[in-house]
T-cell receptor, first 110, second 113 residues
């Protein structure tokens, strides 16, 4: 069964303290892996798409990487405004369905 | 700027009521989706549509139906609301194809009492 697992469930960082969020996936055939950011009371907002192992993408303090079994979202020198829930999702071959992980809630304290 | 708009941010309905959640997108996207989001469970797909008048069941369609009469509008219907349908409902749209990112609405927090 296709599955996406994110860890940790919650992460508390001090401002400037770099860390990584993990997304492990099991799918029959990966077409794409997506990262979204969700602020409280709002819908998810697209960050990145990764298509193949070894691919990396960056946006400001965020960098996403992909291997054959997992993806990491690296956060370098985070700021309080980076506090949000980060969602990982995968598209598998042959369908329109997207499988989402439960998310990692990130708290960055000034 | 791309936009997906859900008709209500907050709704409170009584058990047994028929509930309509409306979603409109202005991006001319072919695909539209309805998800519910519950703590610890992530986003779960209720229904999706890849064309006008077309619909496909997602992972948890029981107790729900949908309608897509126009390309820009996708409605979720709770036939007879129950307390276990209390949740955050998210509408999304995307371009045709399997590997395109989704654009989400702001969500509707539905409480069934």
């Amino acid at each position: 069964e296709d599955q996406v697992t994110q860890s940790p469930e919650a992460l508390r960082l001090q401002e400037g303290e770099s860390s990584s969020l993990n997304c492990s996936y099991t799918v029959s055939g990966l077409r794409g892996l997506f990262w979204y950011r969700q602020d409280p009371g709002k819908g998810p907002e697209f960050l990145f798409t990764l298509y193949s192992a070894g691919e990396e993408k960056e946006k400001e303090r965020l960098k996403a990487t992909l291997t054959k079994k997992e993806s990491f979202l690296h956060i370098t020198a985070p700021k309080p405004e980076d506090s949000a829930t980060y969602l990982c999702a995968v598209h598998n071959t042959g369908g329109f369905k997207t499988i989402f992980g439960a998310g990692t809630r990130l708290f960055v304290k000034a | 700027d791309v936009k997906v708009t859900q008709s209500s941010r907050y709704l409170v309905k009584r058990t047994g009521e028929k509930v309509f959640l409306e979603c409109v997108q202005d991006m001319d996207h072919e695909n539209m989706f309805w998800y519910r989001q519950d703590p610890g469970l992530g986003l779960r797909l209720i229904y999706f549509s890849y064309d006008v008048k077309m619909k496909e069941k997602g992972d948890i369609p029981e107790g729900y139906s949908v309608s897509r009469e126009k390309k820009e509008r996708f409605s979720l219907i709770l036939e007879s609301a129950s307390t276990n349908q209390t949740s955050m409902y998210l509408c999304a749209s995307s371009l045709q194809g399997e590997n395109t990112e989704a654009f989400f609405g702001q969500g509707t927090r539905l409480t069934v009492v």
